[in-house]
């Protein structure tokens, strides 16, 4: 009987526990209300703030990455703003204390647990403010290239020029050397060719010269050159520089398209020969005396 009465007096205070819980929340509905509505507000206001920096001030900053950062930046500041206030409305200082308190110790705890993510993410940061890559610029990165697409806090995004893309992590693209075709609107590029022995070899590099100085403008400071480099297996070899307009690979295979014709139209016209590789095979002059006994004593033996 005791048993029995302990029971019904557990269930009763959990009952009244309850009843105080549900009380408690009636209360409090309308400050649940009230911070649902200050969440939401804070949303849109920090959409709208983060729309007018990219519109008034951000735009005077060149780096469109750096915008894109400092407005995602932005943007999370004041959502945090309206969610300390939301915790506020719902009487939860205590509550908003603790978080405080141990946000050191959880921050620890993700930063061992996800160093690679934060890894990218400061990675994308320095991206971000780093003046030698910008949106849109033509890089080359071990066996990728390609134009920048899009520079985030996890990763960089490259569009090659087959119109496929290539996610770079962060970390990964820091930790590398790269190559920025768009950081100078001038190159130099190198065309090499070969000619026959028999050439003049004055009279080519005169030709060289002249004609990639008339089809191909060099600015002050700028000039065309032309070296001999080697004595080839069947050519003497050469390589001629000079500057172009470049900030792609494209315009690179442009112009050394543009003058691989020009050399071999103007070689064609003055009778000078680019030769070929040519293999000659010497069986020697004893293995054809050896064949040639052999056929005397084939002979011999049929008469």
Not at 5 to 21: A, P, Q, R, V, Y
Not at 165 to 183: A, C, D, H, M
Not at 197 to 210: A, F, H, I, M, P
Request: charged share 20%.
């Amino acid at each position: 009987m005791k048993d029995k009465f302990s029971l019904e007096n557990t269930i009763s205070k959990l009952w009244d526990k309850l009843d105080g819980w549900l009380d408690a929340i009636i209360l409090k509905l309308p400050n649940f209300v009230l911070a649902f509505i200050v969440i939401v507000v804070f949303y849109f206001i920090a959409k709208g703030v983060r729309n007018v920096l990219q519109k008034f001030l951000l735009s005077r900053i060149g780096q469109k990455s750096i915008q894109d950062i400092v407005a995602k930046i932005v943007f999370v500041l004041v959502f945090l703003i309206g969610f300390f206030i939301a915790l506020g409305v719902l009487d939860l200082n205590k509550v908003l204390t603790s978080v405080l308190a141990g946000a050191g110790v959880v921050g620890l705890a993700i930063g061992l647990a996800l160093q690679g993510t934060l890894s990218n993410t400061f990675g994308g940061i320095i991206l971000s403010f780093m003046p030698n890559i910008r949106i849109n610029d033509f890089i080359e990165t071990n066996d990728t290239s390609g134009f920048v697409s899009e520079i985030s806090l996890r990763n960089i995004v490259l569009r090659r020029t087959d119109n496929n893309y290539v996610i770079i992590p962060n970390t990964k693209f820091i930790e590398n050397s790269f190559t920025n075709y768009s950081l100078s609107d001038r190159s130099r590029i190198t065309v090499s060719c070969g000619i026959g022995y028999e050439s003049n070899l004055q009279k080519v590099e005169d030709l060289v010269l002249r004609v990639i100085s008339e089809n191909f403008n060099q600015k002050k400071g700028e000039a065309v050159e032309f070296f001999f480099t080697e004595f080839g297996d069947s050519s003497i070899n050469f390589i001629t520089r000079f500057w172009v307009d470049l900030v792609s690979t494209k315009q690179e295979y442009e112009a050394k398209h543009k003058a691989v014709k020009l050399i071999k139209t103007h070689f064609d016209k003055e009778g000078i020969h680019i030769p070929f590789p040519i293999r000659t095979l010497d069986f020697g002059k004893n293995k054809l005396q050896l064949n040639m006994d052999k056929e005397e004593t084939t002979g011999k033996a049929g008469d």
